[in-house]
């Protein structure tokens, strides 16, 4: 006896409206709960109007994606489509329904140039289950589906269109009842293109290979002008320790109930207490703090193609080393001596392959700049507290707040696990700092040594129902926008270099931003050019060099003791 298989006839057009209002209805629900949520006005009737008005942008946006995608693909290719189409909307929809994550452009780039194994450590079993049921079961649903014979191709492409059609009449209807409330939630970001899975996926990726295409293109020189301003007694060696995912409230520094600063503290240095990040991703903060465009100004687009910080450093006649344990220098260091430690499987460094604690970056590095004779500007890119496994970036010596989360699936642990874990990481990135400072000292009989710090961007650890980084700008709380940064300043560099360590201090009370860190390592490298910015150099002002043109501030022309 044969067992029936199990399968069932639609025409091309109830497929796509099956797919669609499955896709609406349970992986785009954070973008419906949003639009739910929105500031409400007039009467109940309105506002389920409203709602339904949102739930048709959704369903409009990802029928037109499968839409346009079944005029390329014909019989059982259609089936692939929709089954493809929602195995992508459950798995992205998963994290935009509780971590609030929102997948444009910016947050697709930061996920294609994050390390593999940070990319693992989102997998769990919640996560699993959720694909399994919102995504793979109607996916074999669909593959289930036996498609109708249409009378005509002809006849089969204009269906779509006669309902897509339909669908925008009643959505353009629905908006034009409601339109200032409509108007609100799109300035407020609660529902827009950006918002809907899959098609912002799908979207956001054909950007980001045309971007990459742009890579490809050769950049536009910068600093050809960059030469050293003047010597001192000894070369320069400035240390920038590139941070990653710190924000500025959990700082003890910063006033933070915890001391999790105890090595910055006793160091001394010069810690800004309010400094904007330049994006909350690396994939964005980190092409953008090292162009010099600015926040504003800065495009990737415009980072692609312009050469950056490093090649004018280079330029101006100093080394650069950059040394890195998380998922690179994101197109920046091309003319850098780069040294990438993430694979590494040291035991000392790595209680597994590839997941290493940051203190490996120091490892050796004495040894390789004893051999320097010039000046020099390293960067140590950390991993720093990069979630959502944030147990794993400390050795179990620094898990001086317990209990702690100890799951990747961060957003099913008590906030005070969270934090716990979050607040261990940010103790040992403030170790690793100290153990830099402490290698600088020890290289003074060789170097005039300095060293700035600052983190790429801030975390989210549930407040409002945020997990993670990686939102839109315009929408982003300032856990996500705002981060540590602290300068170190040997006596005898500032000594040599003529500077007002008093001046210095006062300087930390004035808000900052990643835009001043250009200019300022330029400043600390004594490197002369156009691109460099007084303005923009945060020491500037405490510089007690002569200058004989009488403009405070301005490198050029210069007159050093």
Request: aromatic share 10%; with cysteine; proline share 5%.
């Amino acid at each position: 006896m044969t067992v029936p298989r199990f399968s069932f006839e639609l025409t091309r057009l109830q497929l796509m409206l099956a797919t669609t209002l499955w896709i609406s209805l349970l992986p785009n629900l954070a973008t419906l709960r949003a639009f739910a949520a929105a500031p409400s006005a007039g009467d109940g009737l309105s506002m389920v109007f409203f709602v339904f008005g949102g739930w048709l942008f959704v369903f409009v946006v990802t029928f037109a994606l499968i839409a346009a995608l079944s005029a390329l693909f014909w019989g059982r290719s259609l089936r692939w489509v929709c089954a493809a189409m929602l195995v992508l909307a459950a798995t992205f929809g998963y994290f935009s329904l509780f971590l609030g994550t929102q997948f444009d452009k910016t947050m697709i780039l930061n996920m294609m140039q994050t390390h593999p194994g940070e990319t693992l450590e989102l997998i769990h079993l919640r996560l699993l289950l959720w694909v399994a049921v919102v995504g793979v079961l109607p996916a074999w649903l669909v593959w289930r589906v036996r498609l109708k014979s249409s009378p005509s191709r002809l006849r089969a492409v204009f269906a779509p269109v006669l309902t897509l059609v339909a669908l925008v009449s009643l959505m353009g209807a629905s908006i034009f009842a409601l339109y200032p409330r409509y108007a609100s939630a799109a300035r407020n970001r609660a529902i827009t293109f950006d918002t809907v899975a899959p098609a912002n996926v799908l979207a956001a990726s054909v950007h980001q290979a045309a971007m990459a295409y742009r890579s490809a293109t050769v950049r536009a020189p910068r600093g050809l002008d960059a030469h050293q301003a003047y010597a001192i007694k000894k070369p320069r060696l400035v240390v920038f320790v590139l941070g990653e995912t710190a924000r500025a409230q959990n700082q003890g520094l910063n006033g933070y109930e915890r001391d999790t600063t105890p090595r910055m503290r006793a160091a001394g240095g010069y810690y800004f207490a309010d400094t904007e990040s330049c994006g909350t991703a690396t994939a964005i903060s980190v092409p953008c703090l090292f162009s010099g465009f600015g926040r504003e100004a800065f495009t990737l687009n415009k980072g692609l193609a312009n050469e950056t910080l490093i090649d004018v450093v280079v330029r101006g006649g100093a080394r650069v080393l950059w040394r890195d344990n998380d998922s690179g220098c994101k197109g920046v260091c091309a003319k850098a001596d780069v040294i990438d430690l993430t694979g590494s499987s040291d035991p000392r460094w790595c209680p597994e392959k590839g997941e290493c604690f940051d203190e490996m970056l120091l490892d050796g590095l004495e040894k390789k700049l004893r051999e320097a004779s010039r000046d020099t500007l390293v960067v140590l890119h950390l991993k720093g507290s990069h979630g959502p496994a944030y147990y794993k970036r400390y050795p179990p010596a620094f898990e001086k707040f317990a209990p702690t989360c100890r799951s990747s699936d961060i957003a099913s642990c008590d906030p005070q696990t969270i934090r716990n874990s979050y607040d261990n990481s940010i103790l040992y990135t403030d170790h690793v700092l100290g153990e830099t400072v402490t290698l600088l000292q020890r290289l003074s009989d060789q170097f005039a040594t300095a060293m700035l710090y600052a983190s790429d961007h801030g975390e989210s650890l549930g407040e409002s129902g945020l997990y993670l980084h990686g939102m839109p700008y315009a929408l982003a709380p300032k856990e996500q926008t705002r981060v540590p940064m602290y300068a170190w300043v040997s006596p005898q560099f500032a000594r040599m270099e003529n500077w007002d360590t008093a001046c210095m201090a006062g300087l930390t009370r004035t808000p900052r931003r990643h835009d001043h860190i250009y200019s300022t390592l330029l400043g600390f490298m004594e490197i002369e050019t156009a691109e460099y910015k007084h303005d923009l150099d945060i020491f500037d002002p405490c510089d007690g060099g002569a200058n004989p043109a009488g403009t405070p501030g301005d490198m050029r022309g210069r007159k050093k003791p």
